[in-house]
């Protein structure tokens, strides 16, 4: 498998490595990426940090001139879905003037076993739709891994591609680092798309993506941090759980699971997906699921804007069946509406003690772990459908 990093994350490994890129500061907070703006000074783009292509025509990318637009932009990315991914930090960046848009990469041609270096004057778009409607609008050069990339190559495919003259040897000596990153650093993909050039000449990197190979993590501790950064960063809900000392991880479907042990989790992620469901998160309220737990794992799948639906999968054991059941009605009786449908199954320890107690206004009851399943499936389907 493969990882990727933020953009921000990419840009630092780049910079280091002394590709230019434009100066820029994280932000996970409206007024933090505000301050960050009026240090940079404007125009700045304010763009969401999240691990997939497309932001831009997504809406998850902003030019702002002021500090009002500032606010108001930081305020519209921070905390939007954009493709399914909860956006919990951004990048505030220092606009680039630019005249044209470029393409470089470098990623693995598995067909010939050899990595290629790729680059293009129609930069700036999806680079795979150019691939295919222009395919000769990318010019590509393979490299032989034992050797590296000869300067001459890099010059060969800038020529090929058509670049100008007057910034050729700028991008050469990109492309040529980013395969130097690419061959150090493990890449699966290495990619600067767009390669920005201004009216004078100088060309600078205004995204940057760097998938590493997972199983080459080891070698790469700087790189496995960022990933752990990557995981967590910005994340709201996961410092919510941390704050609550919950097993937390989120993932993209839409069906929330609260369990207390991991392997009772686990088993009810698997389920979900066998019947046809996406799970929104792993939640591991832990033992002795007491009200307050419950309600605060509650608070965390209802503000988790991707879920449509609630699953409780709670074996009573420490904290038995009949305690869990008073603390979901307490939980729940906090709202005028429940925001989204819930279904319970207890099991273990006074389990019908706590079926009966259970206020079916609130929640759905289902006996067993597959009906439970199944019907919260069923609504998280329904929303979609709608
Ligand atoms: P992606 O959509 O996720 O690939 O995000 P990019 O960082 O590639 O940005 C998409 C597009 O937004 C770019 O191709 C630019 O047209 C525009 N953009 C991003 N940053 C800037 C910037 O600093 N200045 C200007 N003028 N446009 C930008
Ligand atoms: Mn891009």
Same mark, same amino acid.
């Given at each position: 498998m493969a990882m990727k990093l933020h953009e921000y994350q990419a840009k630092q490994v780049f910079a280091d490595a002394g590709i230019p890129t434009p100066a820029s500061q994280l932000a996970s907070d409206v007024d933090g990426a505000v301050a960050a703006a009026e240090e940079i000074g404007y125009p700045v783009a304010i763009k969401a940090q999240?691990?997939? +292509? *497309?932001r831009g025509k997504a809406g998850g990318i902003k030019l702002v001139d002021d500090e009002e637009e500032a606010r108001e932009a930081a305020d519209e990315i921070l905390g939007m879905d954009l493709k399914g991914y909860h956006v919990g930090s951004v990048l505030v960046e220092e606009a680039v003037d630019f005249t044209n848009e470029l393409y470089v990469g470098i990623t693995m041609d598995r067909g010939e076993g050899k990595p290629v270096a790729m680059v293009s004057?129609? +930069? *700036?778009?999806d680079i795979e739709q150019v691939a295919e409607d222009?395919?000769?609008?990318i010019a590509r050069e393979h490299i032989d891994p034992a050797f590296g990339m000869h300067p001459y190559q890099a010059r060969k495919a800038v020529y090929d591609a058509g670049v100008d003259q007057a910034i050729a040897r700028d991008v050469s000596s990109v492309l040529t680092t980013l395969y130097q990153l690419w061959d150090d650093r493990d890449g699966a993909d290495a990619e600067i798309n767009p390669l920005m050039v201004t009216a004078d000449d100088e060309v600078i990197a205004a995204d940057a993506v760097m998938n590493i190979d997972e199983d080459a993590l080891f070698r790469q501790p700087e790189l496995a941090e960022m990933e752990a950064e990557a995981a967590s960063t910005g994340d709201e809900l996961e410092q919510k759980a941390d704050e609550y000392g919950f097993d937390y991880v989120r993932l993209d479907g839409n069906v929330g699971i609260i369990g207390n042990g991991a392997g009772l989790v686990m088993t009810t992620l698997d389920l979900v997906d066998h019947y046809g469901g996406e799970p929104a998160n792993f939640l591991d309220v832990g033992g002795g699921a007491k009200a307050e737990r419950i309600a605060n794992a509650l608070d965390m799948v209802f503000s988790d804007?991707?879920?449509?639906s609630v699953v409780f999968n709670i074996f009573g054991g420490i904290t038995r069946g009949d305690e869990v059941a008073k603390g979901i009605n307490e939980a729940l009786e906090q709202?005028?509406?429940?925001?989204k449908p819930v279904v319970v199954r207890l099991a273990g320890t006074n389990w019908e003690e706590g079926m009966e107690i259970l206020n079916e206004d609130l929640v759905t009851v289902e006996q067993t772990l597959e009906s439970a399943v199944q019907r919260a499936v069923e609504y998280a389907g329904e929303v979609n459908d709608q």
């Open positions: 999240v691990q997939v +292509g *497309g004057t129609k +930069g *700036g778009v222009d395919p000769d609008a804007d991707n879920v449509d709202f005028d509406e429940i925001p």
